[in-house]
Nanobody, 126 residues
Framework: QVQLVESGGGSVQAGGSLRLSCVAS????????MGWFRQSPGTEREFVAA????????YYADSVKGRFTISRDNAKNTLYLQMNSLKPEDTAAYYC???????????????????WGQGTQVTVSS
């Protein structure tokens, strides 16, 4: 079992930056592949970025590639999402998710993940 708590959301103008954090408690953090997802009212939860348990393998949705960076610090049990050049269409609740996994694997489907945080709201104004 792992518990996930996101933070770092807020309101920002278009072109601005935010860094989201997700702190994990429970079992060995490096044994989990991690992901970020987002959801706006009335829409499906969508994939944003994923990272493998040992960190070097990452994958991004086309909509955020080149603007967002996913990273992790296994010593601090923390997952990050650095979001730059934010756009109004990035407005959503952002969720981190975890899946027990081998070191180099990552996952893009929300159905693959076993554990979820409560979400943090990001609002980008034009």
């Amino acid at each position: 079992q792992v518990q996930l708590v996101e933070s770092g959301g807020g309101s920002v103008q278009a072109g601005g930056s935010l860094r989201l954090s997700c702190v994990a408690s429970g079992r060995t953090f490096s044994g989990y592949a991690m992901g970020w997802f987002r959801q706006s009212p009335g829409t499906e939860r969508e994939f944003v970025a994923a990272i493998s348990g040992n960190g070097p393998t990452t994958y991004y949705a086309d909509s955020v590639k080149g603007r967002f960076t996913i990273s992790r610090d296994n010593a601090k049990n923390t997952l990050y999402l650095q979001m730059n050049s934010l756009k109004p269409e990035d407005t959503a609740a952002y969720y981190c998710a975890a899946k027990p996994s081998l070191y180099t694997s990552f996952y893009v489907s929300k159905n693959e993940y076993n554990y979820w945080g409560q979400g943090t709201q990001v609002t980008v104004s034009s």
